[in-house]
C-alpha cells in the first residue's frame, strides 16, 4: 500500500508515465487520516499547484488527494493499465501481419526478397521480446510489493547499486522511472532471462523444448548486431526458416499465455 498525499491546492498531471490509485480524488476539503500534507510551490489558475511530469515525478503507487482541481493531460503509458488480454492480443495481431506481408513478398525472386525475409525474421522475434516486456510491466506495477521485489531480484551489481542509491538520493518516483526505463531498454530475446523474470513474478517458468526459441533468439542477434555476418559466411534467411519461426513463435506466446492464465504460484 502505498502513501497517502493531500496536496493543498490543485494537481497538473503532465506526463504519460503517472497512475492515479482508484481511491485519488479532488476537492478534498481536509487532509484524510494518514495523508501526507504537501504543500505545491508552482501556481496554476491563480493558486498553488502540484506539477506532475516526467522532471518531477510522483510515486504511482501512492494515493493522492487534491483539495482543488486535479487534471491530467494524458491518458497515461498504456502499460500502467493494460490487461494481459490486450498484451496478447497485440502479439497475435502483429504476427497476422508478418503473416500478410509474407504471403505479399512470396512471388517475388530477387535480392530484395532476401533482405526482406531477413526483416521479418528479426521483426518476429521482436514481437516476443516486446509482449514479454510488456507482461512484466503490466504485472509489477499492479503493486508495491510486486514492482520492489521485482526490481531487487531481476538487477545486480553495479547497476543494482546504481538504482539503490537513486532512491535514497532522489526518492521512490525517480527510482520507479528509472527501473521501468531500465525494464524497456532490456532484451528479452533470451530464455534464461524470460525464465528468471517469471520466477520472480512467481509464475510458472516457460518451458524452451530442444532449445528451439532459444536458435531463433541466437539467429536475430547475428542479423540484428552482425548483419548476418558469421565466420563461416553469411547468414540467409529462407522464407521456410522464417514460416518455422512464426510457427514456433506462436506456440511460444501460447505457452506464455497458458502460464499467465493459471496464475501466479504461492
Known amino acids: 500500500m502505498g502513501k497517502r498525499l493531500y496536496i493543498n491546492g490543485s494537481i497538473l498531471v503532465d506526463t504519460r508515465y503517472f497512475r492515479c490509485m482508484p481511491d485519488s480524488c479532488a476537492f478534498f476539503p481536509n487532509p484524510p487520516e494518514g495523508a501526507e500534507i504537501i504543500e505545491p510551490v508552482d501556481e496554476r489558475e491563480g493558486g498553488k499547484c502540484l506539477v506532475i511530469?516526467?522532471?518531477?515525478?510522483?510515486?504511482?503507487?501512492s494515493s493522492y488527494y487534491a483539495k482543488s482541481w486535479f487534471t491530467q493531460l494524458y491518458e497515461g503509458a498504456d502499460f500502467l493499465n493494460r490487461t494481459y488480454e490486450v498484451c496478447f492480443t497485440e502479439a497475435n495481431d502483429e504476427l497476422k501481419e508478418i503473416e500478410?506481408?509474407?504471403?505479399?513478398?512470396?512471388?517475388?525472386?530477387?535480392?530484395?526478397?532476401?533482405?526482406l525475409l531477413k526483416f521479418l525474421y528479426i521483426n518476429v522475434n521482436t514481437i516476443v521480446d516486446s509482449l514479454i516486456c510488456?507482461?512484466?510491466?503490466?504485472?509489477?506495477?499492479?503493486?508495491e510489493n510486486s514492482f520492489t521485489e521485482y526490481a531487487d531480484k531481476m538487477f545486480y551489481g553495479?547497476?543494482?547499486?546504481?538504482?539503490?542509491?537513486k532512491k535514497e538520493t532522489q526518492g521512490d518516483a525517480i527510482?520507479?522511472?528509472?527501473?521501468?526505463?531500465?525494464?524497456?531498454?532490456?532484451?528479452y530475446c533470451n530464455i534464461e532471462t524470460i525464465q528468471k523474470a517469471f520466477k520472480t513474478m512467481h509464475f510458472r517458468k516457460p518451458n524452451d523444448i530442444d532449445k528451439v526459441m532459444e536458435k531463433h533468439f541466437r539467429n536475430r542477434h547475428i542479423l540484428a548486431h552482425r548483419n548476418g555476418k558469421m565466420k563461416d559466411g553469411k547468414m540467409v534467411i529462407?522464407?521456410?526458416?522464417?514460416?518455422?519461426?512464426?510457427?514456433?513463435?506462436?506456440?511460444?506466446?501460447?505457452?506464455?499465455?497458458t502460464i499467465i492464465k493459471e496464475g501466479k504460484q504461492v
Not at 514456433?248 to 499465455?257: G, L, N, V, W, Y
Open 158 to 165: 553495479k547497476e543494482k547499486d546504481a538504482l539503490m542509491n
Open 53 to 61: 511530469d516526467d522532471n518531477h515525478p510522483q510515486s504511482i503507487f
Open 175 to 187: 527510482w520507479e522511472q528509472t527501473v521501468m526505463t531500465k525494464i524497456m531498454e532490456k532484451s
Open 100 to 115: 500478410d506481408i509474407l504471403e505479399d513478398i512470396t512471388p517475388l525472386k530477387s535480392q530484395t526478397k532476401d533482405s
Open 238 to 257: 529462407s522464407e521456410s526458416l522464417l514460416r518455422t519461426l512464426m510457427t514456433d513463435a506462436a506456440i511460444f506466446i501460447e505457452q506464455i499465455k
Open 134 to 143: 510488456s507482461l512484466i510491466l503490466s504485472t509489477i506495477t499492479q503493486d
